[in-house]
């Protein structure tokens, strides 16, 4: 049976493994009153990605307790938005990492603010020193460890809006919060969702638009040197809480900026 805490008024317990081990998955979802945007998105990952891990998921109770959620933690005004965040742990037991046959899982249920949306302009991002690596067998999961992320975001300066991680051959792979698209003269490109630590619902989102739109878009390795693609007409930044987010600036380099990508995939149609 899943055990639902929410962080606001209770406690999780020491002997959890999402807190012990980093055991477990999360979903932050943007809120706009009581509905959520990209619902099923964010619901179908959890369920497939608590699948790969061998923690018990249904759709339909996790949707149930979302509901619920939102009726229990809508800050303020019932119209306005504001950040959802599921996390999912396998629960307690175990000696030491293995864990046991059989175990209820832990939903961790929490509200927070929006943060402030960028604008059209664009934002400036670079590059960060601190490398990704990608365990294959774990690729695209939104897992509890992040560690390599929170290391990356030790750089933010406060100049930059974003910084971009790059696996150990210094191609990149993703931000610390997002994931990339490019677009040139010819196609739309986005790293594979089994080469990137986090395969966004946003970046899922976005695929699925451009395919309906019928414009081509390809999965392979970006070069190391996004501003000298031929034919660059923009980077895009792919979050499920911003949305899209064009990059005018990185590391120092001008790119051109436009507005296709939001004009083709707007994430505030999916509300539910």
């Not at 962080?7 to 999780?12: C, K, N, R, T």
């Not at 608590?50 to 923690?55: E, K, Q, T």
């Not at 996390?87 to 209820?104: K, M, V, W």
């Not at 990356?152 to 997002?178: C, H, K, N, Q, Y």
Request: charge should be negative.
């Amino acid at each position: 049976m899943l055990k639902v805490v929410y962080a606001d008024s209770e406690a999780v317990s020491a002997a959890d493994r999402g807190l012990a081990y980093g055991d477990g998955l999360f979903e932050t979802i943007r809120m706009c009153g009581y509905q959520a945007v990209l619902r099923r998105h964010h619901l179908d990952r959890l369920v497939a990605d608590a699948g790969r891990l061998g923690i018990d998921a249904d759709y339909a109770e996790l949707d149930n307790q979302l509901t619920l959620a939102a009726r229990r933690l809508l800050p303020g005004d019932a119209s306005g938005s504001w950040i959802l965040k599921m996390i999912l742990t396998r629960g307690s037991g175990g000696r030491g990492y293995r864990p046991p046959e059989s175990s209820a899982p832990t939903l961790i249920v929490s509200a927070s603010q929006l943060p402030a949306i960028p604008g059209p302009e664009g934002v400036v991002a670079r590059f960060a020193s601190f490398p990704l690596t990608v365990n294959p067998r774990l690729a695209g999961i939104k897992t509890l460890n992040r560690l390599e992320q929170v290391m990356a975001s030790r750089e933010f300066t406060g100049e930059e809006w974003e910084l971009i991680m790059a696996d150990p051959s210094g191609l990149p792979v993703e931000g610390t919060r997002t994931n990339l698209m490019v677009h040139t003269d010819d196609e739309w490109i986005t790293p594979a969702a089994d080469a990137v630590a986090v395969a966004g619902v946003m970046r899922q989102y976005a695929i699925e638009c451009l395919q309906a739109a019928g414009e081509t878009i390809v999965e392979r390795s970006l070069p190391a040197r996004i501003d000298l693609l031929p034919g660059l007409r923009g980077l895009y930044l792919l979050n499920s809480v911003f949305g899209i987010v064009s990059v005018r600036l990185l590391d120092s380099v001008s790119l051109p900026v436009e507005g296709t990508l939001a004009t083709i995939c707007d994430p505030l149609k999916t509300l539910e």
